[in-house]
């Protein structure tokens, strides 16, 4: 009997590793994606920071997606590669995956409120006043049921930023980007401590 409980503890906890790994690669496969497509701006100038880290204070960090810095502003993305029908709106603490047609049902931390987050510490850090533009992307277009500004599939990305109007100069988009490039602390800090701040801070 000890040996049974032990082996169904031990498949329990290797289901639960493979789901983590299946999500944490569905992540990085969409930020790629998106990268990808920023790369595709026609925009002049225009600067891209992918994977950027902030670290405010000690004991705290903010991994940033993707940052494009040009003339219609500081735009702040949060890549989302989730599959089914999401329903959420910008006020709700979390959002509904709803799969195989309602019979599994996953909820996920509203990407809205992540990336207001975000915004509120890049502020903090630039320690400018421009206009910031908060994004969520969906790569997998799936956003007909999110009820919220600011969502919107991959595949509408560049017309969404090129039609944004201007609201700064070249000599404030390159002082931007060299600010940003100073405090970027990608490297700085590993993966394990950026996820053990992150849970303190949900925790808390």
């Known amino acids: 009997m000890p040996y049974i409980i032990g082996g169904l ?16 690669d569905l992540g990085a496969i969409g930020e790629k994606k998106v990268e ?15 994977d950027y880290y902030l670290i405010p204070h ?7 997606d993707h940052i494009v810095v040009c003339q219609k502003g500081v735009i702040v993305i949060e890549t ?27 909820e996920h931390h509203n990407p809205v409120l992540q990336n207001r987050t975000h915004v509120k510490c890049l502020s903090k850090a630039l320690e400018r006043n421009v206009k910031y533009i908060p ?7 799936n956003t007909d049921k999110i009820k919220s500004e600011g969502v919107i599939g991959l595949d509408k990305l560049l017309h969404y930023i090129e039609t944004l109007p201007d609201t700064m100069g070249k000599a404030a988009v390159e002082e931007i980007t060299d600010i940003l490039t100073e405090k970027n602390a990608k490297g700085k800090i590993s993966k394990r401590k ?9 925790k808390n």
């Open 9 to 24: 503890a031990l498949l329990v906890i290797l289901i639960i590793l493979i789901i983590a790994t299946r999500r944490k």
């Open 36 to 50: 990808k497509e920023l790369d595709k701006l026609s925009l002049s100038p225009s600067y891209v920071f992918n």
């Open 58 to 64: 000690e004991d705290a960090s903010v991994q940033i």
């Open 80 to 106: 989302k590669n989730i599959s089914g029908d999401i329903y959420g709106s910008a006020g709700e603490t979390y959002w509904k995956q709803s799969l195989a047609r309602g019979k599994i049902t996953h």
């Open 135 to 141: 994004l969520v992307v969906f790569v997998q277009n």
């Open 194 to 202: 950026h996820i053990k701040n992150v849970r303190r801070r949900h």
